[in-house]
C-alpha cells in the first residue's frame, strides 16, 4: 500500500503483467462470501401456572444454578423456551431465568 500526502491506496500487482492498478481490491479467483446470517429463533410463549407451594427460579436448567427469584403457587408464568436431560424439563421464563417444570419425577409447573 503507498501512502500519499496522508492518504493511503491500495496498489496491486496484475497476476503476469508487471502493471500495478490502483484503488481495486485485490482478487483471489473466488467471488467473495456473505456472512450467512443466524437463523431466527423461533418465538415461543407458552403460559403456565405454578403448582408448586414455593419454586426456586434460578440461573440456569440446574439445581446447582444460583436462585434469582422465587414464585408461588398460583403464579402465573410466560414460558419462552424449555430444556430437558431425557429426566427433569426446565423453563425459561426470561433473560437468565429457568424454573423446573418436572424434577426427580415431581410437576412444579403446569402449561394451560
Known sequence: MEKEQGKSRL???M???????????RQTGEEPTQ????????????PAVVRARSLHVRSDHSM???TVSTLRSGDKI?????????????????????A????NGQKYIELI
Open 35 to 46: 456472512p450467512v446470517p443466524p437463523k431466527p429463533t423461533p418465538i415461543f410463549r407458552q
Open 100 to 103: 423446573a417444570i418436572t424434577y
Open 11 to 13: 496498489t496491486r500487482m
Open 78 to 98: 410466560t414460558v419462552l423456551e424449555t430444556w430437558s436431560d431425557g429426566r427433569d424439563t426446565w423453563a425459561r421464563i426470561g433473560y437468565g431465568q429457568w
Open 64 to 66: 446447582n444454578a444460583d
Open 15 to 25: 497476476p503476469g503483467k508487471g502493471t500495478a492498478v490502483q484503488g481495486q481490491p
